[in-house]
């Protein structure tokens, strides 16, 4: 699906964001079409969070604009941007008294007014967010005695809750099990939002992004399908790693590629054994 309007969704228009002197996203445009999934990819410290961060507008760009439905951020405001617009970190904190139920309800705090009680619309917003992300044995069970994984499957959960257009991710798979990576990636790319989502795992963003933004030192260096942009070449350039690419139903699957260590030759010191 793509979006009718030039202006349309959140969008990310030549950013850049300088912290000490030192510009840490560099003139990053990136137009999300309406639904779709983009993949962030990069090395560590290129940048990913940032540009998350900035298109969340939780950090002011030094240069560029981000814009929603054609608005800068900063005139849209938070309450109504955060009707739209939900984001999950890679670190979430949140009060240890509070229930799963009670953390994913916090997603439908932008849709409520000061005072009023919680509406059936939001109950259901709320159970159905629990569902989606298999939490509804946990709903009852404290916050802080959620394992890892659970932990990052209800702040998944919270921002479903909250119902919005736009979903910013960063890293959202880090703690979660094979089946869970899957599920949840599998869950992502088949919501009606469009999605931009930080990512280590090249072959689980191959598999599931529309589309990649790759970053390194802040810039773009490729944007393109999967396909287009996970050569063995990018792959080598940007993180310095050999690999075999292949395709599977018209997507990359990677292979990395380390060389065999050298055999001592005769007469070699080699190493001590670990004693
Ligand atoms: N508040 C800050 N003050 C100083 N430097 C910062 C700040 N925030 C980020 N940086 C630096 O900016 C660079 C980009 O950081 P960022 O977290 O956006 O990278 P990333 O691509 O998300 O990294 P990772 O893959 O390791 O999570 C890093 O070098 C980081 O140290």
């Given at each position: 699906?793509?979006?009718?309007?030039?202006?349309?969704?959140?969008?990310?228009?030549?950013?850049?964001?300088?912290?000490?002197?030192?510009?840490?996203?560099?003139?990053?445009?990136?137009?999300?079409?309406?639904?779709?999934?983009?993949?962030?990819?990069?090395?560590?410290?290129?940048?990913?969070?940032?540009?998350?961060?900035?298109?969340?507008?939780?950090?002011?760009?030094?240069?560029?604009?981000?814009?929603?439905?054609?608005?800068?951020?900063p005139e849209v405001g938070r309450r109504a941007a955060a009707r739209r617009v939900a984001t999950v970190g890679q670190h979430a904190h949140t009060q240890t008294e509070l229930?799963?139920?009670?953390?994913?309800?916090?997603?439908?705090v932008p849709h409520r007014r000061l005072w009023v009680p919680a509406s059936d619309a939001d109950a259901r917003a709320v159970t159905a967010a629990l569902e989606r992300t298999g939490l509804t044995d946990r709903a009852a069970q404290s916050w802080h005695t959620l394992s890892?994984?659970?932990?990052?499957?209800?702040?998944?959960?919270?921002?479903?809750?909250?119902?919005?257009?736009?979903?910013?991710?960063?890293?959202p798979t880090n703690h979660l099990d094979i089946q869970h990576q899957l599920d949840l990636l599998d869950l992502i790319a088949s919501l009606p939002v469009t999605t931009v989502v930080a990512l280590h795992d090249l072959n689980l963003a191959a598999m599931y992004c529309d589309r990649l933004l790759v970053l390194r030192e802040g810039r773009t260096v490729a944007e393109g399908s999967p396909s287009d942009v996970l050569t063995p070449a990018l792959i080598e350039d940007v993180y310095g790693v050999r690999a075999e690419v292949t395709h599977e139903r018209d997507r990359p699957v990677i292979r990395f590629l380390r060389r065999a260590p050298r055999p001592a030759s005769p007469g070699e010191d080699r190493p001590s054994p670990v004693p």
């Open positions: 699906m793509t979006d009718s309007r030039p202006d349309g969704g959140l969008r990310a228009d030549r950013v850049a964001r300088r912290t000490d002197g030192r510009l840490i996203v560099d003139g990053v445009t990136l137009f999300p079409r309406t639904g779709e999934t983009v993949g962030l990819l990069g090395p560590n410290g290129s940048g990913k969070s940032t540009l998350l961060r900035l298109l969340a507008g939780v950090l002011a760009p030094s240069a560029g604009v981000v814009t929603l439905d054609g608005r800068p951020l229930t799963v139920r009670d953390v994913v309800a916090l997603g439908r890892g994984g659970e932990r990052q499957r209800a702040q998944i959960a919270r921002a479903l809750a909250q119902e919005p257009r736009e979903l910013l991710l960063d890293e």
